[in-house]
């Protein structure tokens, strides 16, 4: 981003005089997380991210990721790790060549994913596979995020009525335990 290195205070450099060569050298630079949109590597945050387990279930995997800002850049490096796979135990739920596209945060809490084919490809032809991919979505993001409500999941931009003619992805997707519309 252009912006990204501007912190809108001037930085001029003439202000060291000749007699004075090591103060612009020793002169903190401002903190990266003062820009907005920008990483921060000294401010991480434990995300919990879902993975396939043993039982056809999901397991949890915690990880330390740089904070970033907004949120839907967040949401986004999480839906990344998941696409990565676990560390510790666990199987990958979702394709490994899935690439993520986009995800955005609506304002009525609905989390919209959007993936490439390699998501729906990847899966295989049985209802367990999918139900998996889609709860590690759900949970993970709905874990991480206060404002997630529900996960609408898009492949290539645009709305899935199913996957494999088993999994209704219709309307968007509430975790497990949670009514639809409520929040934690």
Not at 3 to 8: F, T, V
Not at 22 to 36: G, K, L, N, R
Request: glycine letters at 10%.
């Amino acid at each position: 981003m252009a912006l990204a290195g501007c912190s809108g205070e001037s930085t001029d450099s003439q202000e060291t005089t000749p007699s004075e060569p090591q103060a612009a050298a020793t002169a903190p630079e401002p903190p990266v997380d003062a820009v907005p949109g920008t990483e921060s590597a000294d401010r991480p945050v434990r995300v919990t991210l879902f993975f396939a387990d043993d039982s056809g279930g999901l397991t949890s995997e915690v990880r330390e990721m740089p904070r970033v800002e907004p949120a839907a850049r967040m949401a986004r490096q999480i839906v990344e790790a998941l696409v990565q796979g676990p560390r510790r135990g666990g199987a990958r739920a979702i394709p490994a060549d899935t690439e993520v596209r986009a995800v955005h945060l609506g304002a009525d809490g609905t989390a919209f994913v959007d993936l490439d084919q390699a998501f729906s490809r990847g899966l295989s032809l049985g209802s367990e596979d999918a139900l998996i991919a889609v709860r590690s979505l759900v949970e993970t993001l709905a874990a991480n995020l206060a404002d997630v409500r529900r996960v609408k999941i898009l492949v290539e931009g645009e709305e899935v009525r199913d996957l494999g003619g088993h999994l209704d992805l219709a309307r968007p997707l509430v975790p497990e335990g949670r009514p639809e519309g409520t929040s934690r």
